[in-house]
């Protein structure tokens, strides 16, 4: 059977084969819209902000909801969706393999599957045999979908190299694609982390005034994304609007 997203799926396979390039994370169709006009190559979806656009915690979204999200966001632009899948939504490697069967029929052109349980890191092997079953449906499936391998320490405060490159590296054999460490600043460490996974690309986020789409670039980082900042910009633009209006009676400020 024909893949009606195959050209969306080559194109972002390809934004990996060299260069550096942002991938921005709207969390509605009317971002997504105003993303491709600015003339991004590429989006990801964001859990943070699909949350919170569900008046939701990040975390606390089920499956049918995120399902039903990246139908959203691949059916409102032509560029290809990178999914935000969490930990595959499924306690064992057979139900994470399920889940990602059914996000491949949304149409996205990547997806990550994180080794946070919602409490904890998943012990080593355990996490390798989930990124497995991720590669194997994705395989299984015919379709050219992307998998990034993701690992959270640094996100849950366990700011440790050496335990973060170890597992990179095992996920990169496990058949990830691409590889991501959210919240990892330091040059020194990004560009151990790019030369440990070589030649896969790696993905980092935009986490702090100080990082750049183009510093990046000269580490070797393959793709920049912007997690669920483009949705708290948002929110924090909101609350002040909102509170001024509760306050003062206005949305104007004063002069």
């Known amino acids: 059977m024909s893949d009606p997203y195959a050209h969306r799926r080559a194109a972002f ?14 969390w509605d169709a009317g971002g997504a819209k105003r993303l491709e006009q600015l003339g991004f190559h590429a989006l990801a979806s964001t859990s943070a902000g699909m949350a919170w656009a569900l008046g939701k915690s990040d975390g606390e979204v089920t499956r049918d909801e995120v399902i039903a999200h990246l139908t ?41 599957i994180e080794d946070w349980s919602g409490t904890a890191l998943y012990e080593l092997p355990v ?19 992307m998998l990034v391998g993701r690992t959270e320490g640094y996100l849950r405060g366990r700011r440790e190299l050496a335990p973060t490159l170890e597992r990179l590296k095992a996920y990169a054999d496990a058949g990830a694609d691409c590889l991501y460490a959210p919240a990892i600043t330091d ?44 949705a708290a910009a948002s929110w924090a633009g909101f609350d002040v609007m909102a509170k001024r209006l509760a306050n003062e009676g206005r949305l104007a400020s004063k002069a």
């Open 187 to 230: 040059p020194v460490e990004i560009k151990a982390l790019v030369d440990a996974v070589a030649p896969k690309p790696v993905n980092v986020l935009l986490w702090g005034d100080d990082m750049t789409v183009d510093s990046l670039a000269r580490l070797g980082v393959r793709r920049v994304s912007t997690g669920g900042a483009l």
């Open 72 to 112: 959203m966001l691949c059916a409102a632009t032509d560029l290809p969706v990178n999914a935000d899948f969490e930990n595959g939504f499924g306690e064992t490697p057979a139900q994470v393999a399920q889940s990602v069967t059914l996000a491949i029929e949304t149409g996205v052109a990547g997806l990550s």
């Open 127 to 145: 996490a390798v045999e989930r990124l497995k079953a991720a590669r194997a449906a994705i395989d299984a499936s015919g379709r050219d979908v």
């Open 13 to 26: 396979r390809a934004l990996h084969g060299e260069g550096c390039f942002a991938l921005p994370n709207p």
